[in-house]
């Protein structure tokens, strides 16, 4: 069959598993091209290797990171592990510094893959109340020196956010690399690889797609050697993400930043209208002058927003009014706003902290908003008819 090139304007999904190469000779020089793992190869081979839909999602993430790379892959977690597995070198001579406060799947990642599988000798750096204090970073390095750090933008659930530019000054100082979670601050907020950053990476799973109906991840970069390691790991690994989830998102992420801006003002306004609320404890938002990390935020994030995540604590006596409160206030707004154990989606959703976070955060009282980009009258009309009935 003779296939004529189609002129399609947008890049279609390539379902191959395997390309065609047609003679021996174009196979020996593909296959001799592949050992020079290029992001954007001549010719393609495999659709574990390199696959042309996902390159092409990938060249929107490099526009809205600003970096010189990135790669795809079909989760958050894989995006993680792929950065990270670039700098194991088998037997790791000094250890690997992890920020406390880091997603509870990042955690057990730490704890069940690379202490007890790998041998990978991690510790943990701890906020301090509800800040990151600088002096005692400085001095952690000091005694552990640690040849990589791993932090968050912005912690989950009490929304701390770290000072990155000062971090990663006092981090190349003490010869350390540094790996940034940036899923809740987003590129809208903040692009870390111009303060220096040596990788990012995202759960694409949230705000890029933002739907809440993908699930992926991306690592970026701007260092030629560490892209040629992510992309032979990935490759390796089988972390690839699937071409069909490549092109949804390549459709979904052009709209990001307008999803992501109108998520950011609707939760200012939300934040803003829960800390004057007498039913109402406290409400963590690093927009709020109230919050630790404040002067941090606006800094980093420049002053175009404060991300989207809420996490607030209902009024009570005692902590078990608050847990009768709380799940009186989850029922009541259940048809609007689901309890769903993710984040980044259109709607708002939310998550009773205790029963995730109870070990660290024994508090019956505290919800965590994920707020979306609904209409925002709406939603804290729905907001404010459920306390009104606590
Ligand atoms: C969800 C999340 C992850 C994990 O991503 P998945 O897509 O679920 O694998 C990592 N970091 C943060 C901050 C997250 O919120």
Not at 90 to 112: A, C, D, H, Q
Not at 300 to 320: Q, V, Y
Request: glycine letters at 6%; proline letters at 4%.
């Amino acid at each position: 069959m003779n296939r004529k090139k189609i002129n399609s304007a947008r890049m279609p999904v390539y379902r191959d598993s395997g390309f065609e190469l047609l003679n021996s000779k174009l196979t020996a020089e593909t296959f001799r091209q592949e050992t020079e793992n290029n992001r954007e190869p001549e010719n393609y081979i495999y659709s574990r290797y390199r696959n042309p839909t996902v390159v092409s999602a990938e060249n929107e993430v490099i526009k809205l990171e600003n970096c010189n790379w990135a790669l795809l892959t079909q989760s958050g977690m894989s995006a993680i592990d792929t950065a990270l597995s670039v700098f194991q070198k088998g037997k790791n001579t000094r250890p690997w510094l992890f920020f406390s406060e880091i997603y509870g799947g990042s955690i057990s990642y730490v704890e069940s893959v690379l202490k007890q599988r790998r041998g990978i000798d991690a510790h943990y750096f701890n906020p301090s109340g509800e800040s990151y204090i600088l002096k005692d970073f400085e001095k952690t390095l000091r005694i552990l020196k640690p040849e990589l750090v791993y932090v968050e933008s912005v912690s989950n659930p009490m929304l701390i956010v770290a000072d990155i530019p000062a971090l990663v000054k006092i981090a190349k100082k003490a010869d350390c690399r540094v790996i940034l979670d940036n899923t809740f601050a987003t590129p809208y907020l903040f692009r870390p690889l111009e303060c220096g950053v040596d990788l990012v990476i995202h759960s694409v799973t949230k705000y890029l797609s933002g739907h809440g109906n993908i699930s992926a991840g991306v690592v970026c970069g701007n260092d030629e050697q560490l892209l040629k390691k992510a992309i032979e790991y990935r490759k390796f690994v089988g972390h690839m993400m699937s071409p069909d989830d490549a092109y949804r998102l390549e459709t979904q992420i052009k709209t990001f930043s307008l999803r992501f801006q109108c998520q950011c003002d609707n939760a200012f306004r939300l934040a803003a209208y829960l800390s004057e609320n007498k039913k109402i404890e406290r409400v963590w938002y690093p927009g709020l002058v109230s919050h630790g990390t404040y002067e941090v935020a606006r800094k980093l994030f420049n002053t175009k927003g404060f991300g989207a995540m809420i996490t607030f604590d209902l009024k009570g006596r005692s902590k078990a009014e608050k847990a009768v409160k709380r799940d009186r206030f989850i029922s009541e707004v259940s048809e609007s706003i689901k309890l769903i154990p993710t984040l980044g989606d259109p709607d708002t959703i939310l998550m009773p902290v205790e029963a995730v976070w109870g070990a660290k955060y024994p508090e019956p009282g505290m919800i965590r908003l994920s707020v979306g980009f609904e209409e925002y009258q709406g939603l804290e009309n729905i907001i404010s008819s459920a306390l009104k009935k606590l």
